[in-house]
């Protein structure tokens, strides 16, 4: 059962648009949830993540929203730059694990000029 | 560069065969995690060390499949008797840790992909 689902497989925006990605959960007992960006030929790198405490983190031009009561999460990039062009992926940890990411499937985000 | 690095980068190997993979985490990183990606998916939790000892293994690690981290250093992933079903995306990743409160950010290295024919 996929526990973290990302919906939208692409998305296509504008340079200097805002760019929101997705991420649904279904699982109450994760306590992090994370943002990872993925270039291919390349590992996924780190990009922003969230307590499930806050509803709220920003890091330069991304920011992640958290609504736990409806078990959603949103990335915005502002604004959105070529060079953010690639996989996206949600993840979110169990409470109480020192380990495992729980993935989503991935956006293809690709900005346009 | 002080990356998390995985050799080979690719694999070719026929149905039966033994293969295995290596990962050199971070040189301070304690904890070090593999994941496998299939096309269209996102990386799967397989197995999880903290220093030599492997902590956590996923229900996706068949008997077919062992990892190591000797020393808590480099770790390598064996996968015996390839199936077709083995091809993915193999990738390891490395933190630091201690405890299980905080969140540590996981640095991924490049992957292993195998093709399993």
């Known amino acids: 059962d996929q526990q973290v689902k990302q919906n939208s497989p692409s998305l296509s925006v504008q340079e200097g648009r805002i760019s929101i990605l997705n991420c649904d959960y279904t699982n109450s007992m994760f306590d992090y949830f994370l943002w990872y960006k993925k270039y291919p030929a390349e590992g996924p790198t780190f990009l922003i993540s969230i307590s499930s405490i806050k509803d709220k983190n920003e890091d330069g031009r991304f920011t992640v929203f958290l609504n736990k009561s409806a078990k959603h999460l949103s990335l915005h990039i502002v604004p959105s730059q070529p060079g953010d062009s690639a996989v996206y992926f949600c993840a979110a940890r169990f409470t109480g694990t020192a380990s495992k990411l729980t993935f989503g499937t991935g956006t293809r985000l690709q900005v346009t000029l | ?117």
């Open chain 2, 1 to 117: 560069d002080t990356g998390v690095s995985q050799n080979p980068r690719h694999k070719i190997t026929k149905r039966g065969q033994n293969v295995t993979f290596r990962c050199d985490p971070i040189s301070e990183h304690n904890r070090l995690y593999w994941y496998r990606q299939t096309l269209g998916q996102g990386p799967e939790f397989l197995t999880y060390f903290q220093n030599e000892a492997q902590l956590e293994k996923s229900r996706l690690l068949s008997d077919r499949f062992s990892a190591e981290r000797p020393k808590g250093s480099f770790s390598t992933l064996e996968i015996q008797r390839t199936e077709q079903g083995d091809s993915a995306m193999y990738l390891c990743a490395s933190s630091l840790g201690g405890g299980t409160g905080g969140l540590y950010e996981q640095y991924f290295g490049p992957g292993t992909r195998l093709t399993v024919t």
